[in-house]
């Protein structure tokens, strides 16, 4: 319990070619860099340009312009991804949790679940990524700890931002993205 996810996938569909794509699609592609490397996630989303592109509205949404706190939205996206099993979301998610304050004792516990040392509030967080990945629905239980603090657009952002990353780490499974060269377990599996 607890810890990275360990499951590595074959990858599934190879990555774009950028000089094939015309060049509004390679500029949006390209917008996804990280150590002036295109990440491996649009290197594949990119063999279906028009998904990216509507896709990448709402996820900027999630991940830049919604209402929670960085640090509550990143507890949300690593449950999911941990539970998903999706290495790929985890390592992403690792290092973004770190830049908004998850220290590696929280990043860990994460893994092992709402019942190991956390506040109401961050269990409730937890709690609500189990409830929807085992129920499909947040529990009154959950909703009603995660409402003494939030907002109703806020209750919103979190059910979203947890379906938007069952959705991502679905795609990152089934498309067998590989880890970028720069994440810590992208060396395990090479």
Do not use: C
Not at 22 to 42: T, Y
Not at 70 to 80: Q, S
Not at 107 to 132: E, F, M, T
Not at 138 to 152: C, G, I, K, M
């Amino acid at each position: 319990d607890g810890g990275a996810p360990v499951t590595s996938r074959k990858q599934r569909i190879p990555f774009r070619d950028f000089s094939t794509l015309n060049a509004e699609d390679r500029e949006m592609g390209e917008r996804n860099k990280v150590n002036g490397e295109v990440v491996n996630i649009f290197k594949v989303l990119m063999q279906n340009p028009k998904l990216a592109r509507n896709w990448s509205r709402f996820a900027g949404y999630i991940l830049n312009g919604q209402s929670l706190p960085a640090r509550d939205r990143e507890i949300l996206i690593l449950r999911i991804g941990w539970l998903n099993q999706a290495a790929y979301e985890w390592e992403q998610h690792v290092r973004i949790g770190k830049a908004a304050g998850l220290s590696d004792d929280e990043i860990d516990r994460i893994g092992k679940g709402p019942k190991h040392g956390w506040d109401k509030h961050d269990a409730a967080l937890l709690q609500a990524a189990d409830d929807l990945r085992e129920k499909s629905v947040v529990a009154d239980e959950t909703w009603n700890q995660l409402s003494q603090r939030y907002s109703v657009e806020q209750m919103m952002d979190a059910v979203f931002t947890i379906g938007q990353y069952n959705l991502v780490s679905w795609a990152l499974n089934s498309f067998g993205v590989p880890l970028d060269g720069y994440l810590p377990g992208a060396n395990k599996n090479a």
